[in-house]
């Protein structure tokens, strides 16, 4: 069983990626719930999704508790800072590096925190990587959500070719290509 949580700000693509882990599963075999929070989302808000995965017990619910995380994909620091309390211990945190300044930062009410990164290595294990600067390498850094995948796909047991099937499947042909590239530097770092 597997438990991932996926955080980021409305716009960076999460909602794609747990789309491209309920088609993955369901494409080997695998139980599968995918659960959607969307906050202001459209407002640059907070987005969280929960995907659960199984091979070899019923899933009964969508959510995963605080502490049962397996792997956090944090799209933005300061959501990685909030996710933490999902971590189980053992768990591992892939963090996209970006900052999105909200709106009371935005608006001089309060200060971005300068150590999400530090908070997050001293809580659990944590890959960090700058997703949107290699996204932007492929060709724009829109991908950056699916450079994530590509780290990700190391913690689960499917093939890369399954990931990319799976891809394939969500992603519009006009930008199939680059996601693909998007996803192998992910996955190759």
């Not at 933490?84 to 053992?90: A, C, I, T, W």
């Not at 700058?130 to 450079?147: D, L, P, R, S």
Request: one cysteine or more; charged letters at 20%.
């Amino acid at each position: 069983m597997f438990n991932i949580v996926i955080v980021g700000v409305g716009g960076q693509g999460t909602l794609l990626a747990s789309k491209i882990l309920g088609v993955l599963a369901m494409n080997n075999g695998y139980d599968v719930r995918v659960s959607e929070v969307h906050g202001m989302s459209q407002r640059g808000g907070s987005v969280v999704t929960y995907v659960r995965i199984s091979n070899d017990q019923p899933l009964y619910s969508s959510i995963v508790e605080q502490g049962q995380a397996d792997v956090v994909l944090a799209f933005e620091n300061l959501e990685a800072v909030r996710a933490l309390p999902y971590m189980k211990e053992g768990g591992t945190m892939v963090i996209n590096t970006q900052e999105i300044l909200p709106m009371p930062v935005i608006t001089g009410a309060v200060e971005y925190p300068s150590n999400c990164l530090e908070r997050a290595r001293a809580a659990c294990k944590t890959i960090e990587i700058n997703a949107v600067e290699i996204a932007h390498e492929c060709g724009t850094y829109k991908a950056a959500n699916v450079v994530l995948m590509g780290v990700l796909a190391k913690s689960l047991p499917f093939s890369e070719e399954e990931w990319k099937k799976a891809i394939t499947a969500c992603v519009k042909p006009k930008f199939l290509d680059v996601n693909l590239m998007a996803f192998e530097r992910g996955f190759n770092y």
